[in-house]
């Protein structure tokens, strides 16, 4: 399986923890931030398995704006900024 890098967002719904990853549109949770996160890792891992087996991790990966590098490795789109606004 390749590797990746990838942002994680937590936030808390009640009294589960929220880890989502907005690049590949994958979330999962936990009892705590730690473990949201450690979830979310196994959910994107599972998530590049299946694509990688289905034939369409390239195309989900450009599609996400993942761009090769001159090594071959897979670059993020850069997160640049999150705030809370209010309207």
């Known amino acids: 399986m390749i590797r990746i890098d990838f942002d994680i967002i937590v936030f808390r719904e009640n009294n589960t923890y929220v880890a989502y990853c907005p690049e590949l ?5 936990g009892s705590s931030i730690d473990h949201a996160k450690e979830m979310l890792k196994a ?7 299946e694509a990688e087996k289905m034939g369409t991790l390239k195309d989900i990966l450009e599609e ?4 090769k590098d001159a090594s071959g490795k897979w670059t993020p789109p850069k997160l640049v900024a999150t705030e809370l606004s209010t309207i």
């Not at 549109?25 to 949770?29: E, F, P």
């Not at 959910?43 to 398995?49: M, N, Q, S, T």
């Open 43 to 49: 959910a994107v891992r599972l998530f590049l398995e």
């Open 25 to 29: 549109d994958v979330s999962s949770c």
């Open 64 to 67: 996400a704006n993942y761009a």
